[in-house]
């Protein structure tokens, strides 16, 4: 089936340093993704999103990008710090190609940052 | 409130056990969702409710059996589960369904079953 998939499943890097976690997706149709940050023993927290006409959303030291043609989509995290240490997932909402939303949010595997002091 | 609340935190049942699991959001949101999640996996979809009526199931065994009785709440009962559905469950809430809305979908903090 369908389903959207990160390239990494763990991630290191250094604190202060900044950090690329990205993603692909296979619905080329799919209208609206989102980047979510889950931390152990809690639910799935919002990050930012991006809609299918935009190509580029800054948030507070999030940045993510979306590549149509490839169907690509990453997360940048600036000058990560220890607190950022979590999975992360980007999530992808079915479209019916143009009859409408599913309402189906779909995650992709998820990649775990660590972040070392 | 922008929350999504959920109860219990956790859960241990016995597999001839009958529980429900419970989720509340006031925050005007018309679609709420369930999801399942095993450790180390990414959240899994079950149900959709849209507009308090079931729009879509996903394949989900009919132990599972989702309620909405008003726009605020949902619930999911449990029935003779399996130690196989021991997992977290998730619920989420969004204005509309799929779509975000300004923060996106809603998750709450989950309920983390054990089924023995």
């Known amino acids: 089936g369908e389903s959207v998939g990160l390239h990494l499943p763990t991630l290191s890097v250094q604190e202060g340093d900044n950090s690329i976690i990205n993603c692909a997706y296979s619905?080329?149709?799919?209208?609206?993704f989102i980047w979510y940050k889950q931390e152990s023993g809690k639910g799935p927290q919002f990050i930012i999103d991006?809609?299918?006409?935009?190509d580029k959303r800054q948030g507070q030291r999030v940045t993510v990008l979306l590549n149509k043609t490839v169907k690509h989509l990453s997360l940048q995290i600036a000058a990560t710090q220890p607190g950022d240490s979590a999975v992360y997932f980007c999530?992808?909402?079915?479209?019916?190609?143009?009859?409408?939303?599913?309402?189906?949010?779909?995650f992709g595997q998820g990649t775990t940052l660590q972040v070392k002091p | 409130d922008t929350e999504v609340t959920q109860t219990p935190k956790h859960l241990v049942m016995g597999m001839t056990n009958k529980k429900s699991l419970k989720c509340e959001q006031h925050?005007?949101?018309?679609?709420m969702y369930w999801y399942k999640q095993k450790a180390k996996k990414p959240p899994e979809l079950m149900f959709v409710?849209?507009?308090?009526?079931?729009?879509i199931n996903e394949s989900v065994p009919s132990r599972f059996s989702p309620e909405c009785p008003n726009s605020s709440l949902l619930n999911l009962h449990l029935h003779a589960l399996q130690p196989e559905d021991s997992a977290l469950y998730l619920c989420?809430?969004?204005?509309?369904?799929?779509?975000?809305?300004?923060?996106?979908?809603?998750f709450g903090s989950g309920t983390r079953l054990t089924v023995v």
């Open positions: 989420a809430s969004s204005q509309v369904p799929g779509q975000g809305g300004l923060y996106g979908y809603t």
């Open positions: 619905n080329s149709a799919s209208d609206y």
């Open positions: 991006i809609r299918s006409n935009m």
């Open positions: 999530a992808e909402n079915m479209s019916k190609g143009g009859s409408g939303n599913t309402g189906k949010l779909i």
């Open positions: 925050m005007g949101h018309r679609a």
């Open positions: 409710y849209s507009y308090e009526k079931l729009s």
